[in-house]
């Protein structure tokens, strides 16, 4: 069982939990673990105050433990996947995605892919056991402060360059004065797409806070009120995109995974007709997906089970309703760059609003709710979870989701169905039994 990895790596409130000597420990621990096949670890951070501090943390492990460092400084998450794919290298992006400012998150990728379970566990033993590697003198790794930004620039430019070609939206961009923001001029702007940026004036305390792909109501003002056809949506560390139409409502993750899948399928890029979503996804994307000939798969949730599911059924396309959305011929993770530009692909490909596309797309009532708690893993092994769910499990079209968060101290209960009455009946039960649970522990 782990200790420290969550469902996206490390991820706490700084100098908390998620301090500098664990944040040196996972570096020397990488080093120890990875250094005879990896000489040179790469960093990225998004624009979090506590990043820099974090990354000079991991750095000194590393170089202690005899890997050389190549600090890319405020970088996206899949843009660092591009770049430790393509070297075939290791990488550690600092980052808490769409968590609020006071939270930052380590998630270790080794060539272009998150690592898995089994690798966490090892890590865990070194760093928690006290197996730190410290390395002779002359065997101390080197430093150096050197962007590869622009390497994942190109490889993007010359995917969609020539593609994007008579989109003519006027588009409003909201970047969470993230990692995004380092590069969307260079990406949106040499594509030739008409767009405005908001939210773009990173302080270190304000990533995600009233803007981004989880306050998605900032900027659907601004969509309404100044008239643009299309709003854009990244989060912290632009791994999620999504998108509003013109009157400013939502398309969340699950609408865009349904329209990008009918043009993958025309296009011939949709392998095996599947597409994959998590356990979260709604009931509606399923019956539209099936209406037209196509497979869902569903996986636990985080986008690492999402890709294991991809690889093992040679699957194109999936994701969540968060917008963390894996085009696996393109990338080898989330990224919420590529999401937005192959979803204007997809506008000019059916020729068609994104209004029109998600028009016949079902969506069933769904609630969740978040319940902050003192130990979820005695509340989810409770077994008056368990009796309070056999409760709805007869009932046709319907489905009850618990599950601890893996990143915060909170369960989540989902509930979906036909009748909206009992959907929010469901998620009130659950949110006292577990409230009543967490006062009894």
């Known amino acids: 069982m782990k200790h420290l990895f969550g469902t996206d790596g490390i991820r706490d409130v700084v100098n908390e939990k998620l301090t500098c000597e664990l944040a040196m420990k996972l570096g020397n621990a990488v080093a120890n673990l990875f250094s005879n096949k990896y000489k040179k670890l790469y960093l990225a951070r998004d624009t979090r105050n506590s990043g ?34 393509k070297e075939r290298a290791l990488g550690i992006v600092i980052s808490a995605s769409h968590n609020p400012p006071i939270y930052n998150g380590l998630k270790v990728i080794c060539e272009g892919y998150k690592i898995s379970d089994e690798v966490e566990e090892k890590l865990e033993e070194i760093m ?37 070609s008579s989109i003519n939206y006027k588009i409003a961009v909201d970047v969470a004065n993230g990692a995004a923001g380092a590069i969307i001029d260079d990406v949106f702007g040499r594509l030739g797409l008409s ?17 981004g792909s989880t306050s998605w109501k900032s900027l659907s003002n601004i969509v309404k009120e100044d008239g643009y056809d299309l709003g854009i949506l990244f989060d912290g560390d632009a791994d999620r995109c999504l998108f509003l139409d013109s009157q400013g409502n939502l398309v969340d993750g699950d609408a865009l995974i349904a329209i990008n899948a009918l043009k993958l399928k025309e296009q011939g890029r949709l392998n095996n007709n599947i597409v994959v979503t998590t356990v979260m996804s709604n009931l509606g994307l399923e019956y539209y997906l099936k209406s037209h000939g196509l497979i869902l798969l569903r996986a ?50 059916f020729s068609k609003s994104i209004e029109d596309l998600v028009a016949e ?79 009894e522990y």
């Open 52 to 85: 820099k501090m974090l990354e000079l943390a991991i750095a000194s492990g590393a170089l202690a433990g005899g890997m050389n460092v190549e600090s890319c400084g405020v970088l996206t998450t899949p843009a660092l996947a591009y770049i430790t794919h």
């Open 128 to 164: 928690l056991g006290g197996l730190l590697k410290y390395c002779d003198y002359e065997e101390i790794g080197t430093y150096i402060e050197d962007s590869s930004k622009q390497e994942y620039i190109n490889y993007i430019l010359s995917t969609y360059n020539n593609k994007l």
């Open 195 to 211: 767009y405005d940026v908001y939210f773009n004036t990173p302080n270190g305390l304000n990533i995600n806070d009233n803007c």
């Open 300 to 349: 636990d949730v985080g986008d690492k089970y999402v890709f294991e599911l991809m690889t093992q059924k040679n699957g194109t396309i999936g994701g969540e309703q968060s917008g963390h959305i894996i085009f696996l011929d393109r990338s080898t993770t989330g990224d919420g760059i590529i999401t937005a530009l192959e979803t204007l692909e997809t506008l000019k490909f």
């Open 361 to 439: 797309l079902p969506k069933f009532p769904q609630d969740l709710e978040n319940i902050t708690v003192k130990d979820k893993i005695k509340i989810m092994k409770d077994k008056r979870l368990e009796e309070l769910k056999r409760k709805y499990e007869h009932i046709d079209n319907f489905r009850v989701l618990v599950r601890p968060s893996g990143t915060e101290h909170i369960i989540r209960v989902m509930s979906e169905g036909t009748d909206k009455n009992i959907v929010k009946q469901c998620i009130n039960e659950f949110s006292q039994l577990i409230r009543k649970l967490d006062n």
